[in-house]
């Protein structure tokens, strides 16, 4: 099926829409802080939508009515850990990004263990934040271009074009009130889609959920498994919750939506807020995907993924076809290039520098986010020239796990010991982020079977993190001892 000119005309709109927002919200910009923070004055209720908007991929719209329709509902157990980690954040780690001026989540590592420790933050949120959603686009891209019909390159490009003009020109505020439009979008998209399978499969709504059910495909809790799956109850809710302590607590990507708001329960409302409405999120597309199952009598797939866009391509009708279109495209745009190139300034430049007048650092974050755009289209388009499912396309899409426990770890060395410094916190995130690479290669590559879901990666690492840094400080003489 080719796209209609309704369908056309929805995904035009759409992408100018973005544009016309990014360039009216640029002409209100006065200074850096504005830039990379909306001077403070983003509504909870929008921080809300953005972070969810910012979590949410193409690989979220596609992959989880996949995890469905071969499997059960399992992932509700996940959201509900990825609720109880955001209450966490908001009692232990939101008060202290809200005492004093923050332009960074990884300020509070240096004034708690030195610049370096801020340095090798700033450097890994970087690099696992470029290649992750790199990979992100280029995942989108491949879906975008089978129900568009065009080249997956041209779907790249064309994603990380408009991502980059309206993060350019808009700053963060451009940004937020996207995704909150894009939210939107793609969970109209996902109702649309639900509605239309309601309509055709035999029975409607009872017909799904007897036939479901039946199959046992409802199902949401899981007692038995263990640390090697995904879907065992322990996993999404202790995993999760620690997954996301690391994700919302300790990468700037969220961490700056939760800074742009007024105050410290404005930003608690947002990210608590953001939970349930993941939760509502997950159980609609996981819906979908038992809906399809149910459609296609459980028919076999190539590839899980493709489920999802199949239906799209082959049953839409003319305007519902476009609204999902807008919405995969939607989900692959929320940006991360203010985030990037806000740690590039204040993280990285400002301190080699010692320029802090807002009007150049303005100039210079601008120059930072078209960069790092160049970067993110780049390298989309080198994961195009590799096959899918390649150890390197792999590692990128799962460089996160590795990651994260170091972050959150340090964070929470701070918090826990007083006697660790700098040298311990560097020694414990090296190691941490070091350790939890090696285990995934050595479970990846077959050397040792699988022991643990990377679920649990955020939880260890941080664990490493703190074991080890509490170590090396207690080992380390006193100051004036023998």
């Known amino acids: 099926m080719s796209l209609s000119p309704l369908d056309l005309v929805i995904i035009l709109a759409y992408v100018a829409f973005v544009a016309v927002l990014g360039g009216v919200l640029g002409g209100k910009q006065k200074d850096a802080g504005d830039y990379f923070l909306a001077d403070h004055a983003i509504p909870w209720w929008a921080a809300c939508f953005s ?80 290649l992750a959603d ?59 889609v639900l509605w239309v399978l309601i309509g055709l499969v035999p029975g409607g709504w009872n017909g799904i959920t007897t036939v479901a059910g039946d199959a ?29 302590m690391a994700s919302h607590g300790a990468d700037h990507l969220i961490v700056q939506r939760l800074l742009a708001s007024p105050s410290l329960r404005d930003a608690r409302r947002a990210l608590i807020g953001s939970g349930v409405l993941v939760f509502l999120q997950f159980a609609l597309f996981l819906v979908i995907g038992a809906a399809l199952w149910v459609f296609y009598g459980g028919r076999a797939f190539p590839q899980p993924d493709a489920v999802f866009p199949t239906f799209a391509v082959e049953h ?11 919405a995969v495209l939607a989900a692959a745009m929320s940006s991360s290039l203010n985030a990037l190139a806000a740690v590039s300034v204040h993280d990285l430049y400002v ?33 195009q020239l590799l096959a899918a499912g390649t150890p390197l396309v792999v590692i990128a899409l799962q460089i996160a796990s590795f990651t994260y426990g170091g972050l959150l770890g340090g964070f929470l060395l701070g918090l826990i010991s007083r006697r660790a410094d700098g040298r311990d916190a560097l020694t414990g995130m090296g190691i941490a982020i070091a350790a939890m690479a090696s285990l995934w290669a050595a479970q990846q590559f077959g050397a040792i079977p699988k022991l643990v879901d990377t679920l649990w990666f955020a939880l260890l690492g941080s664990a490493i993190t703190v074991s080890v840094g509490m170590l090396s400080a207690r080992l380390r003489p006193s100051p004036g001892g023998a």
């Open 351 to 383: 301190p080699f520098t010692r320029r802090t007048d807002d009007e150049h650092l303005l100039r210079v974050g601008k120059r930072f986010t078209l960069a790092w755009g160049v970067v993110m289209i780049a390298v989309s388009l080198a994961f």
């Open 316 to 326: 839409l009708p003319p305007g519902v076809a476009g609204l999902v279109v807008a």
């Open 134 to 192: 790199a990979v992100r686009i280029f995942a989108t891209a491949i879906p975008l271009a089978v129900i568009a019909r065009i080249p997956v390159w041209q779907s790249i490009v064309a994603i990380g074009v408009f991502t980059l003009l309206y993060s350019y020109y808009g700053g963060l505020r451009a940004v937020v009130w996207v995704d909150v439009a894009q939210m939107f979008i793609y969970i109209v998209g996902g109702i649309a």
């Open 216 to 244: 046992d495909k409802l199902r949401i809790i899981h007692l038995d498994g263990g640390f090697a799956k995904g879907n065992w109850l322990v996993t999404g809710m202790v995993g999760g919750a620690f997954l996301t």
């Open 51 to 130: 972070v969810v908007a910012t979590e949410t991929s193409a690989l979220t719209v596609i992959s989880v009515p996949a995890t469905a329709y071969t499997g059960d509902l399992w992932m509700l157990q996940l959201a509900a850990g990825y609720l109880i980690g955001r209450i966490a954040i908001s009692v232990f780690l939101l008060p202290r990004y809200f005492r004093g001026e923050i332009a960074t989540a990884y300020v509070l590592l240096e004034r708690r263990f030195g610049n370096g420790t801020r340095r090798l933050a700033s450097l890994v949120f970087l690099v696992t934040r470029v």
